[in-house]
């Protein structure tokens, strides 16, 4: 018998009020590992791509890995997976905490909901099964004080609860699902599916010990994952500041989004934000998620002035920056708060601040009115117009209603598309393509439109992992050459890590060797894995949620970047070469007198074909004229470079990627491709 | 500490250290005699003792924003007015 997971799942039908299990075959087990693999397979199984996202027919599925719930470091997650009402295509979301072990020890690697509940109703799950329960008396309340509630209305401290906020009862397309008031599986809209259900919450309390195959063998494992992360640098930077330990360094290297991706360098964003100066003033402890020894959490408390908060989560790096630098703001105070209402309505930090950031620029563009923002003045660094932004949002008020559809429908509706950033209707997360040039193929073919969870690329182009044990050698920050094979790789390990599953920091701070994974996954399920069949499995998983993605509709076209993140920064690079360099340069000629569309589109074509693909050379040698260099400002050597680092040869790594994942021009996995990996159903779906 | 080649202690390099090597140093920034970044790292080593050598091992080291590695390495020259950081190996995001 396998190990590691129970081999079955709890389907609840809300439309019917029932509830039975449904056995899950070993061999899914092995092939998909659990998580978000395993609820793929289900997912392809079902034809869940038929159902529209808000229907009662999206199966939402909560599900556990074989890991979760182990004590194995970082192993607290689980996954939720739907289709997205944000994107429309796939979505996956992983969710740290506490709920996962409870909801392992109840005897179901995990739960899926099917139909829709006529009244509101939470999921009571124990190791008898689970009870569907009235939640009308829930309803509207948001999700710190819905947790407290459920625990004292089980009657157990110790039960857990995810559950969602007013966002989600909103239907706003970026809500997410909540547990321990700071752990979040955030991205997608999962708790907009949730809402539509009107499943407010689900509470898990469970007392069941879960076999493992090797019980020494898993062990010896997990103490060898514990002693790497004693001494990994990595992981005592999380602790000591969080994830937002970043911020400095990811400033410094023009990683860090600044005013909607406009400028490169916010000299005084960490100052104000990083983990560095959280830990310095408002930091009351750290916390971790279930067994986890790096405890990157942050705990803070702001105990007086306008947004005061009591004692809390605090912001993580993607808060940090999507609710702070994004907005340009300075306060560490108010982007404190402004995380700690997301987390009490139940929205995605990420998408809400880039929804934010966009209508900012879209004012300031004159495409958005007063009128339609009902008298809000948006502007960059206005603490007070962002909370009031968030609550509209969550109680989609006025233009908080078309906000709730995220950047990709309102930019459609209100224009400004060159600076909605996003991919396939999902807001990009705050890494910069233009410094880690490997992220832009992560946010490009990233199965749920732009993540930075879904592979190793952040870790690997930070310089800090390496596909050795793959075969594969790492590539340069911002160059071409290697991206596509770097990719490949880091999307085994990431699909992995959200199927196996286990939280990418510690793995990843652990040195994310393939082979330990493979060890521990062998010692806890029995299935025989090895470096090789791992990078199968990892690669099993990607094509069928590939394929996934490709019914929902998902084509080539999908798999691009906004040109507002591959081109160099309208404000804020390092000399004044950018008015040369940037593209905006053609708005800023008095086009509006020659009113000639066609030549500043030609001459803009040119631009881009010719000017910038070679304007690391063309600069170089005017740097040697000395008309150029007898000038007030003086090309200095780094210029040519800086520009060459921050335009992105996006297409000619997404041409090799193409090559290397066999995909062909309608953006689908090749026949033989799917047969070879054991995909035979998944080909006949797709090639008909 | 003496100013190399006689120009004046404000002149001299910035050196910037920041997450748990700051925290390790009890120190956030200081002015450097270095001529190079090879320099400054033997410095660093020199003046807050072996408990910070671990976090120099594969530390990354920026020059005006700039990472050295695509730079001279530890061969890139310093000029007075240059800002040097020093991240320990860290990752967060």
């Known amino acids: 018998m396998m190990g590691g997971n129970w081999g079955k799942v709890l389907k609840v039908n809300l439309t019917e009020s029932t509830v039975e299990e449904e056995v899950i075959p070993e061999e899914h087990y092995r092939d998909f590992l659990g998580g978000s693999g395993l609820a793929a397979k289900w997912f392809f199984d079902h034809r869940g791509w038929e159902a529209e996202p808000l229907s009662p027919d999206n199966p939402l599925m909560i599900m556990n ?93 110790r039960a857990q609860v995810i559950c969602i906020g007013p966002a989600g009862e909103n239907l706003v397309k970026f809500a997410n699902v909540m547990n321990d008031r700071g752990s979040t599986a955030g991205r997608c809209g999962m708790g907009a599916v949730m809402g539509y259900k009107r499943l407010k919450a689900v509470v898990a309390r469970g007392s069941k010990k879960f076999p493992v195959a090797d019980e020494a063998g898993f062990k010896a494992a997990r103490e060898k994952m514990s002693e790497a992360l004693k001494f990994s640098m990595v992981a005592e930077g999380l602790h000591a500041f969080g994830s937002n330990v970043h911020m400095e360094y990811g400033m410094a290297i023009g990683d860090v989004p600044v005013k909607n991706w406009r400028e490169a360098y916010w000299a005084e964003g960490p100052e104000k934000l990083g983990g560095t100066t959280v830990a310095e003033t408002i930091l009351t402890r750290t916390h971790s998620c279930f067994a986890c020894p790096v405890a990157c959490k942050r705990i803070v408390e702001i105990k007086e002035g306008p947004y005061r908060m009591e004692e809390g989560p605090g912001s993580e790096y993607e808060a940090a920056a999507a609710l702070g630098t994004l907005q340009r703001m300075d306060s560490m105070e108010a982007n404190h708060k402004a995380n700690e209402l997301c987390n009490r309505y139940g929205m995605d930090v990420i998408s809400c601040g880039g929804v934010i950031a966009y209508a900012t620029e879209a004012f300031e563009a004159g495409l958005l009115k007063e009128s339609d923002t009902g008298g809000l003045k948006l502007g960059w660094n206005q603490p007070d117009t962002l909370l009031e932004l968030i609550r509209r949002i969550a109680y989609r008020e006025g233009i908080g209603d078309e906000m709730a559809e995220g950047v990709r429908t309102m ?21 910069d393509p233009r410094a880690l040039w490997g992220m832009a193929l992560t946010y490009a073919t990233s199965i749920r439109g732009a993540c930075h969870c879904a592979d190793a690329n952040l870790y690997v182009d930070l310089g800090l992992l390496n596909h050795n044990e793959l075969g594969v050698k790492r590539s340069w920050p911002y160059r071409a050459k290697g991206k596509a094979a770097q990719t490949v790789a880091s999307q085994k390990k990431g699909v992995i890590a959200n199927s196996a599953v286990i939280c990418q920091y510690a793995w990843n701070a652990s040195g994310g060797s393939l082979a330990d994974m493979a060890g521990a996954l062998r ?88 000017l910038f693909p070679n304007m690391d050379k063309i600069l170089t040698s005017l740097n040697k004229l000395p008309m150029f260099s007898m000038r007030g400002k003086k090309l200095e050597r780094r210029d040519p470079e800086e520009v060459r680092r921050r335009t992105v040869a996006f297409d000619e790594m997404l041409e090799e990627y193409y090559r290397l994942r066999d995909i062909d021009e309608k953006g689908r996995p090749s026949r033989s491709r799917l047969e070879e990996l054991g995909l035979k159903d998944v080909a006949d779906a797709l090639h008909g | 500490m003496r100013p190399p080649r006689g120009y004046g202690y404000e002149e001299m390099p910035l050196v910037k250290l920041y997450a748990t090597l700051r925290k390790a140093a009890g120190e956030k920034e200081y002015r450097s005699r270095a001529r190079n970044v090879g320099q400054v790292l033997e410095e660093l080593r020199e003046r807050y003792g072996d408990g910070v050598d671990r976090y120099l091992r594969g530390c990354i080291v920026l020059v005006n924003g700039q990472n050295v590695g695509y730079l001279k390495g530890k061969r890139t020259k310093l000029k007075e007015e240059d800002e040097v950081s020093v991240f320990p190996p860290l990752a967060g995001g």
């Open chain 1, 65 to 157: 890995g074989p890991l979760s719930g182990t004590n194995y470091p970082g192993a607290s997650r689980l996954e939720v997976c739907a289709r997205s009402p944000l994107t429309g295509i796939w979505g996956e979301a992983s969710m740290g905490g506490h709920f996962s072990p409870q909801l392992k020890r109840t005897g179901y690697d995990g739960i899926i909901v099917l139909g829709a509940s006529e009244k509101p109703v939470y999921l009571y799950v124990t190791d008898e099964g689970a009870e569907i329960r009235d939640a009308s008396h829930l309803w509207g309340k948001d999700t710190y004080e819905t947790e407290e509630l459920l625990k004292r209305e089980v009657g157990d401290q």
């Open chain 1, 411 to 431: 930019s459609k509706k209100f224009g400004g598309e060159e600076f909605a950033v996003h991919v396939k209707g999902l807001e990009c997360p705050m890494h």
């Open chain 1, 523 to 610: 010692a806890l399920t029995g299935f025989p894995y090895t470096v090789e069949e791992l990078a199968r499995v990892g690669d099993r998983i990607w094509y069928i949620k590939r394929a996934i993605g490709n019914l929902c509709g998902a084509t080539r076209e999908d798999d691009r970047l906004p040109q507002r993140i591959l081109e160099p920064h309208p404000e804020g690079v390092t000399s004044s070469l950018h008015l040369a360099v940037f593209p905006q340069f053609m708005s800023m000629v008095p086009m509006g007198k020659i009113r000639a569309e066609r030549f500043k589109e030609t001459t803009a074509g040119l631009l881009k074909k010719y």
